[in-house]
């Protein structure tokens, strides 16, 4: 099989470092790749927005499936698109995708589920967003609506800081986002659980935890979610009960 995998990241090279260990896959491509994924697979400049040309690239290198790591090119679109063109693909397609591509789609979609999650209040008014912070006090966690590589959530201990941040995210700090998610904060730590799924069935496949601000002791600025580790030692049979 000839797999092609699309994104430039530590992700990207961490699937490429699996998929080369299979005896089943021949030709292994990386659009665009990095210095990591050259050294096993070849990399092919590319602008991954550009879905014809993508397609154009994956068609001349006889490509059988092509696997999607970012999350801009599926919150766009491109597992659409590319099975309207009759390509097999690994990703969530455009729908789906609204479940990290938008923070009040998914808040919504757990309360109407009844699926446990913070107090939220959605906003695209700055008024009556700082009426909510006010009511609820802090701390409170501002989070832009939209995608922001990891960096779009605040904890923030302070009323002037939070009305700061909601400022900016309504006045469009991150392109993605027009509107502002104001969560309770919930003290504890974060556990992932990941899962493959289709509309059949799921399959885990593992867990991690991740260390997203910046300074030593969970202090400073949220990162892109530098120093993950898996699996999870949090994760107990109780828990995973609960979680499936």
């Known amino acids: 099989m000839n797999l092609a ?19 089943k896959i021949k030709k292994l491509i990386c659009i665009p ?18 879905f014809e040309a993508l397609y154009q690239t994956i068609k001349k290198q006889n490509i059988d499936i092509v696997v999607i790591g970012p999350e801009q090119p599926l919150v766009e679109g ?8 009759k390509v097999r693909v690994f990703g969530p397609d455009k729908f789906a995708s609204q479940l990290e591509g938008s923070k009040a ?58 009305r700061k941040n909601t400022k900016e995210i309504l006045e469009g700090k991150f392109k993605s986002s027009h509107q502002v998610v104001l969560e309770e904060f919930l003290e504890g730590e974060e556990l992932s659980y990941f899962v493959i799924a289709d509309e059949n069935s799921y399959h885990f496949f593992g867990s991690a935890q991740d260390h997203k601000r910046v300074g030593e002791g969970d202090t400073g600025p949220n ?22």
């Open 223 to 244: 990162t892109g979610g530098m120093g993950a580790y898996s699996p999870a030692p949090l994760l107990t049979d109780k828990i995973e009960e609960k979680i499936k």
């Open 105 to 162: 789609f998914m808040k919504n979609l757990c309360k109407k589920n009844n699926i446990p999650t913070a107090n939220f209040g959605v906003f695209d008014n700055f008024d009556e967003a700082f009426s909510f912070i006010k009511k609820n006090g802090v701390p409170i966690v501002v989070k832009a609506d939209g995608l922001a590589a990891g960096k779009g959530v605040s904890v923030c201990t302070s009323i002037e800081e939070a």
């Open 78 to 85: 491109l597992v659409d698109y590319l099975n309207k063109k």
């Open 5 to 23: 995998v699309i994104g430039s990241g530590g992700r990207e090279h961490a699937i490429c470092y699996k998929l080369k260990q299979s005896p």
């Open 33 to 50: 790749g990095n210095a990591g994924t050259q050294k096993i697979a070849e990399n092919i400049k590319e602008d991954i927005s550009n």
